[in-house]
């Protein structure tokens, strides 16, 4: 009872409804029947988590064909998941054998090898991480050739960034070229003007929301970056990625399926980066069919 409440206090009562309705009648991927086959045979590693989007009634219920997922987070004791330990490894399904689990910053995994893994999983993390493309090039150091980054990023439009305006990319550029890391703070004062409080209950009053702000490397609850489809798609093209299939989801969801290609292989994705074509025409964020 307690999380409806929450939930009726973060989205209102048609969210709610919806909500109770897609867990009642999951929605899932299109492009997910094409990647079945990779999750099942391969090993993968998921950056943050558990995340509920990857669970039997998620989006892109990996969780379910997968024998074999290793995690990554920041620290031994998170908001989200409270305490959580390399010995006891990362539970993903209760039918499978645990994963490793890893303790360490998602921007440098330095204790993983390269070309270690099959897949990557990253739901509601990248906008956690202060220098989100030295992340990605990190975690496409990690992936095997032709390996599959899944990434979910949040739509500011349905979240409590919605006040916000979109980072630009040039912005995402000066903090890799500077190389920012976990300490920055420079979005704190935007941060604190414009988060619609209302919208995340769990966060306290603004008293509290401040103090936790400006303590950010120690819980990694800020939103640093804030996005919309075409900047998301954006991120991914720089780095080098072949984007595979785009898909979005309401209240706040953008699913980017993407592969590690050769570095000597050009990576077309105009489809992907078209503002004007259909991908973005039938978003169902308003903010993408402005510029369509």
Same mark, same amino acid.
């Given at each position: @009872?307690? $999380?409806?409440?929450?939930?009726?206090?973060?989205?209102?009562? @048609?969210?709610?409804?919806? #909500?109770?309705?897609?867990?009642?009648?999951?929605?899932?991927?299109?492009?997910?029947?094409?990647?079945? *086959?990779?999750? $099942?045979?391969? /090993?993968?590693?998921?950056?943050?988590?558990?995340?509920?989007?990857?669970?039997?009634?998620?989006? /892109?219920?990996?969780? &379910? *064909?997968?024998?074999?997922?290793?995690?990554?987070?920041?620290?031994?004791?998170?908001?989200?998941?409270?305490?959580?330990?390399?010995?006891?490894? #990362?539970? #993903?399904?209760?039918?499978?054998?645990?994963?490793?689990?890893?303790?360490?910053?998602?921007?440098? &995994?330095?204790?993983?090898?390269?070309?270690?893994?099959?897949? /990557?999983?990253?739901?509601?993390?990248?906008?956690?991480?202060? =220098?989100? /493309?030295?992340?990605?090039?990190?975690?496409?150091?990690? &992936?095997?050739?032709?390996?599959?980054? +899944? &990434?979910?990023?949040?739509?500011?439009?349905?979240?409590?960034?919605?006040?916000?305006? +979109?980072?630009?990319?040039?912005?995402?550029?000066?903090?890799?070229? =500077?190389?920012?890391?976990?300490?920055?703070? !420079?979005?704190?004062?935007?941060?604190?003007?414009?988060?619609?409080?209302?919208?995340?209950?769990?966060?306290?009053?603004?008293?509290?929301?401040?103090?936790?702000?400006?303590? =950010?490397?120690?819980?990694?609850?800020?939103?640093?970056?804030?996005?919309? !489809?075409?900047?998301? +798609?954006? @991120? +991914?093209?720089?780095?080098?990625?072949?984007?595979?299939?785009?898909? @979005?989801?309401?209240?706040?969801?953008?699913?980017?399926?993407? $592969?590690?290609?050769?570095?000597?292989?050009?990576? *077309?994705?105009? =489809?992907?980066?078209?503002?004007?074509?259909?991908?973005?025409?039938?978003?169902?964020?308003?903010?993408?069919?402005?510029?369509?």
């Amino acid at each position: @009872m307690k $999380k409806l409440y929450i939930k009726l206090k973060s989205v209102g009562v @048609m969210g709610l409804i919806k #909500f109770l309705y897609y867990y009642l009648y999951p929605r899932q991927l299109v492009y997910y029947s094409k990647l079945r *086959d990779s999750f $099942k045979t391969g /090993i993968g590693l998921e950056i943050g988590g558990p995340s509920s989007i990857f669970g039997h009634k998620g989006i /892109i219920p990996v969780y &379910l *064909d997968s024998s074999k997922i290793d995690n990554i987070n920041f620290s031994n004791s998170t908001v989200w998941e409270g305490h959580i330990s390399d010995d006891e490894g #990362f539970v #993903f399904n209760k039918r499978s054998d645990a994963g490793c689990q890893y303790i360490g910053e998602a921007s440098n &995994l330095e204790m993983i090898e390269d070309s270690s893994y099959d897949f /990557i999983l990253s739901s509601h993390c990248i906008e956690h991480i202060a =220098n989100p /493309i030295k992340a990605l090039e990190e975690w496409i150091r990690v &992936l095997k050739q032709d390996g599959l980054l +899944v &990434l979910v990023v949040p739509h500011k439009e349905g979240t409590f960034d919605h006040q916000r305006p +979109v980072t630009s990319f040039e912005h995402l550029i000066q903090d890799f070229e =500077n190389q920012i890391d976990e300490s920055d703070l !420079t979005h704190v004062e935007e941060i604190l003007k414009l988060h619609d409080l209302a919208k995340d209950p769990g966060a306290g009053d603004f008293v509290a929301f401040e103090k936790r702000s400006k303590c =950010n490397r120690e819980n990694r609850c800020l939103h640093h970056h804030v996005f919309d !489809t075409k900047q998301a +798609v954006e @991120m +991914v093209n720089y780095v080098g990625l072949e984007i595979l299939a785009v898909e @979005m989801f309401t209240p706040y969801h953008i699913v980017i399926i993407s $592969k590690k290609t050769a570095s000597d292989q050009f990576a *077309d994705n105009r =489809n992907y980066r078209d503002s004007t074509g259909a991908l973005y025409k039938n978003s169902p964020f308003a903010l993408d069919r402005i510029t369509a």
